[in-house]
């Protein structure tokens, strides 16, 4: 009988800590949005095109400087948007970010979506790093999309 209450105890401890060790990541989903590509071009078996996306900041803080990334399939080095000075909770930003890509990535991403993160500093001062859950949706770039320095 007092194996079962331990063991009883057990589970119920070991369900606390799981579900407290995703409370912070909420749905899952601190990150999402749309992405489109405008300005497609294509040359030599690559495709020249504008990613513009336009994600909502779902984390349950406001942001600051945080960069977003976009990581192709094969070895290359991530393409970063310029860091966003200010992203508040709930809000939305529209990013722009021109790319030359292997013409069979820009087609798996059209299907499916770029693996886009967003990379930013709790405050308290800890690094973390988040998929956004994409779909794809027509989008141009605004005039004050964010593509450089400010926001």
């Known amino acids: ?89 709930g809000q939305s930003i529209v990013v722009s970010l021109p790319l030359t890509i292997p013409r069979d990535e820009y087609e798996r991403w059209s299907r499916t979506q770029p693996e886009v993160f967003v990379e930013y500093r709790d405050s308290q001062g800890r690094a973390w790093q988040r998929a956004a859950q994409l779909r794809r949706r027509p989008l141009q770039p605004l005039a004050q999309a964010h593509t450089g320095g400010e926001n």
Not at 15 to 34: E, I, K, P, Y
């Open 1 to 89: 009988m007092r194996l079962a209450r331990i063991s009883g105890i057990g589970i119920w401890a070991l369900s606390a800590l799981l579900s407290a060790g995703s409370a912070g990541a909420r749905d899952g989903r601190d990150f999402a949005g749309q992405f489109s590509f405008t300005h497609v071009g294509q040359r030599s078996g690559q495709v020249e095109a504008t990613l513009v996306l336009r994600l909502f900041n779902y984390s349950g803080a406001d942001l600051r400087q945080a960069t977003i990334s976009v990581r192709p399939d094969r070895p290359a080095e991530p393409a970063a948007f310029a860091p966003v000075r200010l992203w508040p909770v």
